[in-house]
C-alpha cells in the first residue's frame, strides 16, 4: 500500500531545529505508519545558514521568510522551531492556511497569546501539537501507565524541580542568536517559561490540574551586556523560581527550576508520592524509572530502579534489545511517532495546542503570584 | 589526671532516653575528656519499667518524679528526653537548681516558651544543648568546613527535606506512649517540629539565618482515635509542610516534610548550589557526602562520593579504619564529646538553647504563615 | 566541494543490520566529512523480507546472493552483519573484489580464520574495520583519552565483565534467524566469542597485550532443541566462562561472561585500578564515567560520577547540549565517522581486522585453557 | 532472675581489641540475655599501654603475659585477638585450660595448625567461635534468609571481591605493631588470610563448598623496610590474589581481593545469581542489600536497593527506628549476641572452629594452586 507523503516545512533551525529534523529523519525507519514524512523546506533568516542546513539534513528546499513558507501550496505541516516571542504569529498565519502545526514550548509569550493560538487551529480544525518532548521518555510514559492504572492510590506529593547552572558566570552576555533564552522580549520569562514548563506539563498529565499556587522568583545576576545592542541592559528574566500548590485532587505540590544550580546540567527530577507506591525519575539517567511498591513483601520493600529498555516497556520493541539505552533525542521520535498515529487514528495527539495553553495558564499565574506574593487561583482550560 | 565525674540524671526513657544513653556509656571509650560521665539517675513514671531501663543502661538509681530528681544534689546535669510539651518546665526548673541542661528538640512547643528557657539557663548561667544531633553527622560536618572555607563562594540556593512514611495508614491513632508525636497536645505541632525542625537547626547552622517565608501545611487524614481517650479526634497536627524562603545570604530556600511520602523512612535529604561548587547529603547513607566541584577539570567534573570513614574526616579518627562506616547513633556520640569539650574550654557547645530558639522563630513564622497564607517576617535571635 | 559517495551493501538485515544502516544513514547528519555514504545494497536470501527492509532503511536495491553483491561494480564497501561462520569467506571474497570491508564481532570463527582474513584485505590493501563498537562510546573514549596521558600510573587491575540473563530459560531453543548465537556451528562458540569478545577488544585497546590466561568455561543447558532440525540436541555452546590473565605490562586481569547471570540484561562493566587513580564504567549507564583520582586532596576524595555529554567530551559536541544523553545506537555511528575519518586521513580506522585477529587469539585462549585446564599464552599479532 | 556472669579476659589490644571490647560493652543494652560479660582482663605485652586500654574499656585488670591470662580461674573466655602467628598456640592453651574461646580470623596460619585447634575444642569441649564479623551485617543475614528459603533457586554464579588501596606506596615499611599484616611471618598470607578469608567464610556459609579452584597471586612491591629489622627485605605476602571456582552444588564462582584497587578503602562486594533472583551486597554501603526478582511483573523489574532498617530485618528490632543505619561495629555486637544465643540454647554460634577450618582449606588451596599454578581440589571438613 502506497504511503501519504506529508511535506514538512521547518522553521528556524537552531537547537531544536535539529532535534526535530532528526526525529523526521528517524521516525519511518523504527515506527510503521501509513504517512511518509518528506522533508520539503526549511526557513530562516540567513540564506547561506538555512543553505547549509537543507543540506545536512535534507530539505528539499528553503525559504528566509517564514509568511513565504505558509503561503506554498507544497507544505502540509509547518514546525515552528524559533523563540517563543515569534510562536504565535505564526501559528495563527499557518493555521489560516490550514497548514498542521507542531509548536515548540511554551506555546505563547503569554496565556493570552496561547488562547489566540489555540482559538485559530481550532477554527481551522488543523492538527496540532506542542513539543513538550519529556512526556515521550519511555521511563514517563511507564509511570503514566502505574498511575492510570490506579497502582499509587491516593496521591500525597509531587514534585518535581529542572536544575541547569550554565548562566552562573556573569560574564555570560543575553540575547542574540543562542542566548535569546536570557532576553525576556524574545523569552517571555526565564527558567519558568523554559523549564518549569515541562515540569508543569509532565505534571498536569501524570497528575491533573493545579488548583491554586504560591511562587517565588528571583534574577540573581542583574545587568548583563545585551548582544543585539552591545550595551548593559537590565536583565528581564527570572534566574531561579519556586513554587507551592495545590492540585485538584487534595495533593500538594512543590516545584523549582534553576540556572543556578552548580553541578546540575539539565536535571529534571520528578517524584510522586501515592498511598500505595511512589515514583521517581530524573533526565540524567532517563532510562531509568525508580519504583516503590508498599505492596511488596515488607522485608524486601525497596526502591526498584528499573532499567526501561526491554520490549514490554514504552516504545521499546521498536529499538534495540533488552539492556541497551537511548537516549534524549528520542523522546522527539517518539512524538513524531505519537503524532502521525494519531493522524491515522482521527483521535489526535496530545500534548495539543489546549494542554499548552494549560501550562500556560499555571507559568502565567507562577509569575503573577511571584509579583503579587500572594496564593494565586490557577485558570483552568474548558472543554 | 583523676578525671571529674558529671552525674547525669535522664528523664525520659523512650527512643531518645535510649539513644542518649547509649551516648553517655560510649564516650568515653572513644573520645577524651578529663570528665567521667556517670549515669547517676534516670526517671520516669512507671516504676518497673524505669528500673528495667536503669538495670538494662546502668543507671545507679530511679525517680519516678522529675522534681525530685532535679531536686538531688548528685546530680549535676539534666538531660530532657520527654515530649515537647513538657520541655519548658522541666527546663526552667532545672537551671534554676543549677544544672547543666540538655534537652531534646524542638526547644519548646513555641518561640514563647523557648524565649522562657533561653532566659532561665541565661539567668543561672548553665551549660546547655539542644539535640539537634545532624549536625554531628560526620558527612554534615565536613559540609560544614567547606562552607566555612568560602569554597562554595556566593550561595544561590539552600534545599532540604526530611521524608517520611510511616502515618499513612487511617488506622493508626494518636497520643499516648509511643505515638505522642502525633497528638498536638504533647507535641505542638506535627512534621513541622519534628521534622523540618531538624532541617531548618541545619540549614541555620550552613547558611545563616532566614529573613522571611512562605509555607503551607496539610492534614491528609483529619480523624483518628485517639489512644487516651480511646475516642476518634479530630488530629490537630500536620502531616506536611513546605515553605520557601529567603536567607539573609540572598539565598533562596526550599524546604518539605512530610509522613506520607511513601517509600522513604527517614529521608533527610539536604542541598546547597554555591557559584564554584555545591553539596548534596541524605541521611539514609549518611557517611557518604556528594560534593561537586566547578573548579575541578572541565572533562572530568562529576558529583564525587565521598566515602566519610578516613582518619582525616571530623570525627572519624577516633572510630575504625576507612571505609568502615559509622551509623545513626555516633551523632549522639559525637553530641556529647563536643558538649564535654565545650565545657573543658569553657566556650560552651552549640547548638545551644539559643540556637534552638531560632529555630522556633523559624518553626512559628512557618505555622502562622500557614495560617495567615501569606510571607511572613522570621523574627531573628539576639546577640 | 562535491562529496565523494561512497556505496554501501550491506549483507544481512537482523539486528546488527538494523544498527549499521541506521548508523549509514545519520552519520551524515552530525559528523562532517568528504564522504557522502549511499546505501546502495542490502543482501539476504528472504526475498520478500529483504525488500522490506531496503524500503524501511532506503536502500536502493536488493541481492538474495551475497556474491552477487559483490560483483556489483556500484559497491564500494561491503559491510558483514550475518552469524559468525560466514565472515570469512565473505571477506575474503570482498577483499579480493577490492571492496572496503566493515565485519560484525568476532573476526573469525577462530583465529585461524581470522589469520587468513587479514592476509587477505592486507593484500588487497582495501580499508577494513571490525565492528566492536564499544570503544565508541564517549564515557569509553574518556577512559582511553586518561589512560594515554598517564594519569593513572602504573597499572596493576583490569577487570572486565559482560552480565546477561536472557538464556536460563530450559525452554528456549537453539539455533535458526534469532537464536543462530546458541548455535554452535553458526557462533563458534557462546558467550566467549560474543560477549567476552567485546570486553577483550576493549581491555586491549585499554591495556595492552594479555600475555598468559587461565580460563573455565559451562554449558549450564547441556540439551536444547535445535529450531532447524527440530530434535533436542547437545548445546555446545559455553553459557558462562571466566578468566584470570596477566597483561603485557604486569597488571593482573580477571574477566567473566555470561547468560545466566539474573537480573542483568546486557551489563558489560569495565575497572582499572592504576597507582594514582581508577576508572570504572557500565553499559546500562554508558553515558556515565566514575573516576577516582587518588591526587584529589584527601578529605575530598570520592569517585566521581562524570555524566559524560559536554561538549568537550569525546564525540559530544556533535551532538545535543550539556546533560542530555546519547545511548547505544550512537557508537555504531561515532564508529562511522571515524572510519571515513581514517579513509580521509589515509591512516585507517582502528580496530582492523589485525586488531580483531588478536582479540581472536585471546578468544581461542580462553577456549584452549577452559579445555586443558592449563595456564595458556596468548599468541600476540606482529607488526 | 539473676544473670550468669560471663568473665572475659582479651589477649591484645589493637584494632580488633577495640572493636570486640565495644561488641562486650554495648552487647547487655540491646540484646537479652541470661548472661552478663565482665570485662575480667586484657593482655598484651607493653603494660602501661595495657593499662591505658583497660581504663578506657573498663577491664578491670592487665596481664602482660597470656599464659598467666589463661591460667587464671576467674576467666572464663579467652577471646583471641593478636596476630594470626599466635592464634594456634594460645587457642590450644586456652582450650587445656577449659576457657571458651573467641579468636580472630583466620583460624589458623594454615589448615594444619587450623585443625590441631579444632581437635583441642572438641576435645575440651569448649564453645568456640571464629570472629567473621560479616557474617552478622543483617543485609548479609537477610541474604542467607532468602537463600535458605529456595527464593533464588539453582544458583549459578557467586562472585566476591574485596579491594582496598592502602598499600599501593612503596614507602610504606612492614612488620610492627599496626602493619604486621605485611609481615609474612606474623600475618601468613597477604590478602588470601586476610581479605579473601572473609569472602570464602561467607562464600561457604551462603552457597555452600567449594568443590576445586584455580588462582593466581601476585606481589606487587618486592621489597619493604621491615620496622622490626630496619632493613629492606623481601616482602613474602601476596598484595593480590584471584581465583575461579566450582562450589559442589554445580555454580561456578569467582574471587577477588587486593590491596591496590585505588578507591577502594574497604569495598568488600558479593553477588549471587540464581535461577529467579539475584542479590548484590556491599560493605561500603552495608546497611542496603540488593535484590533482583525475576518473578516481578515483567514491566516493573529492576534491582531493589532495601534499606536494611526495618524492625522486621535481622537484628534490627533491637536497635533503632527504620530508616536510621546501623554501622561497622555492629556486626561484632550480634556477634557476641548470637555467641550468648548459643550457649544459652546449648547449640553453639557460628562460625565455630570447624568452620573456620574449612576457610583454611580454601585458602591453602589458593595458595597451592597459585604456586603450582594448577586447579586444586579443596580438602572438606568432615562432621
Request: aromatic share 10%; glycine share 8%; proline share 3%.
Amino acid at each position: 500500500m502506497a504511503k501519504t507523503p506529508l511535506r514538512i516545512g521547518l522553521i528556524g533551525y537552531g537547537f531544536m531545529g535539529r532535534a526535530h529534523s532528526n526525529a523526521f529523519a528517524k521516525v519511518g525507519n523504527f515506527f510503521d505508519s501509513q504517512y511518509t514524512l518528506v522533508r520539503e523546506a526549511v526557513c530562516a533568516r540567513n540564506p547561506e545558514a538555512v543553505s547549509a542546513f537543507a543540506s545536512r539534513w535534507g530539505y528539499a528546499s528553503v525559504e528566509t521568510d517564514w509568511r513565504k513558507l505558509i503561503a506554498r501550496d507544497d507544505i502540509d505541516l509547518v514546525d515552528i522551531a524559533v523563540p517563543n516571542n515569534l510562536h504565535a504569529e505564526i501559528a495563527i498565519a499557518a493555521a489560516k492556511a490550514g497548514k498542521m502545526i507542531l509548536c515548540e514550548k511554551p506555546l505563547g509569550l503569554n496565556a493570552k497569546e496561547a488562547e489566540k493560538m489555540v482559538a485559530a487551529v481550532e477554527k481551522a480544525k488543523v492538527p496540532n501539537m506542542v513539543w513538550y518532548n519529556y512526556r515521550r521518555c519511555p521511563a514517563v510514559v511507564l509511570a503514566k501507565q502505574l498511575i492510570d492504572e490506579g497502582r499509587l492510590g491516593r496521591i500525597f506529593h509531587y514534585r518535581a524541580n529542572f536544575l541547569q547552572d550554565w548562566t552562573i558566570s556573569a560574564d555570560l552576555p543575553q540575547g542574540g542568536a543562542a542566548l535569546w533564552r536570557l532576553d525576556v522580549k524574545a523569552a517571555g520569562s526565564g527558567v519558568t517559561g523554559d523549564l518549569l514548563a515541562h515540569c508543569i506539563d509532565t505534571a498536569l498529565w501524570l497528575n491533573g490540574g493545579i488548583k491554586d499556587l504560591n511562587a517565588m522568583t528571583e534574577t540573581f545576576i542583574k545587568e548583563r551586556k545585551h548582544q543585539l545592542t552591545g550595551k548593559v541592559e537590565k536583565v528581564g528574566i527570572d534566574d531561579a523560581c519556586a513554587f507551592l500548590c495545590h492540585f485538584n485532587n487534595g495533593s500538594l505540590g512543590l516545584f523549582e527550576s534553576t540556572r543556578y544550580a552548580r553541578g546540575h546540567k539539565a536535571l529534571y527530577t520528578l517524584e510522586i508520592n501515592g498511598e500505595h507506591a511512589s515514583i521517581r525519575w530524573d533526565l540524567h539517567d532517563l532510562h531509568r524509572l525508580q519504583w516503590f511498591d508498599h505492596r511488596d513483601e515488607s522485608r524486601l520493600r525497596g526502591w526498584r530502579s528499573i532499567h526501561v529498555s526491554d520490549g514490554d516497556h514504552p516504545y521499546l520493541k521498536n529499538w534495540w534489545v533488552p539492556g541497551l539505552q537511548i537516549g534524549y533525542e528520542h523522546s522527539f521520535v517518539h512524538q513524531v511517532a505519537d503524532f502521525l498515529q494519531g493522524l491515522e487514528s482521527g483521535e489526535g495527539a496530545r500534548p495539543n495546542f489546549r494542554d499548552g495553553l494549560a501550562t500556560d495558564y499555571v507559568v502565567d499565574a507562577v509569575l503573577a503570584s511571584a509579583r503579587s506574593k500572594k496564593w494565586t487561583k490557577v485558570k483552568q482550560v474548558k472543554g
